[in-house]
């Protein structure tokens, strides 16, 4: 029999297993844009093995122009805010500091602050919210390399309900399209006509 006890000593140093998700990303050989609606569903922090502290952001969309990412389809944002060079901390920080602002209203972030919005995973402040994600391809002016330019909206609940109210009602139209039985018309042969065609 198993020693209980220990397993749940165990159990609870450990951190809880996640569902994967996909990374949002352009689809192979487009530039963009593509956008997602997704509701934040849990924000939590993990330290690699090469020591990078990394935010990451669980979401589940609720629509999408990316041809894999339905309404339900379960993806992330990654953040690294530690083990990186300086300025790819102060970019994360940047696109952090506007979804705080956004979201949440802070106009001025202390630890207290971040540490709510960014850690607790269903418990984080910032889970439950709306956001807008919106990918393009840019080329960097310095290098000329391509990489993928993320930017972040709030999407008000009145917008959400809309956006639900459309795809039922899509839906919907599907559905009595489906199920509509085919409308049959009946057209006179002539003799030398072969009906099965």
């Known amino acids: 029999m198993p020693n209980y006890s220990k397993l749940a000593d165990m159990m609870n140093s450990l951190e809880e297993e996640r569902p994967d998700r996909d990374y949002m990303s352009i689809p192979e050989g ?3 844009p593509v956008e997602w609606v997704c509701q934040i569903t849990a924000v939590i922090n993990k330290e690699t093995q090469d020591d990078k502290d990394l935010t990451i952001m669980e979401l589940d969309v609720v ?3 990316h041809p894999q990412h339905e309404e339900g389809h379960l993806v992330k944002q990654i953040w690294a805010l530690g083990g990186v060079v300086k300025w790819r901390i102060e970019k994360n920080l940047r696109i952090l500091k ?3 602002r956004k979201l949440l209203g802070i106009k001025k972030a202390t630890d207290d602050v971040m540490e709510a919005a960014l850690e607790g995973g269903e418990d984080a402040t910032l889970a439950g919210h709306y956001i807008r994600v919106v990918a393009n391809r840019v080329i960097a002016e310095q290098t000329g390399n391509a990489y993928t330019k993320y930017d972040y909206f709030a999407v008000s ?3 959400i ?6 795809q039922k009602s899509s839906v919907k139209e599907e559905t009595t399209k489906e199920t509509t039985a085919p409308e049959v018309t009946t057209v006179a042969l002539d003799d030398d006509e072969d009906p099965a065609f």
Not at 161 to 166: D, I, T
């Open 30 to 32: 487009e530039d963009g």
């Open 63 to 65: 629509s999408s122009t």
């Open 98 to 100: 506007g979804l705080l």
């Open 157 to 159: 609940k009145e917008e």
């Open 161 to 166: 309900s809309k956006l639900k109210a459309n």
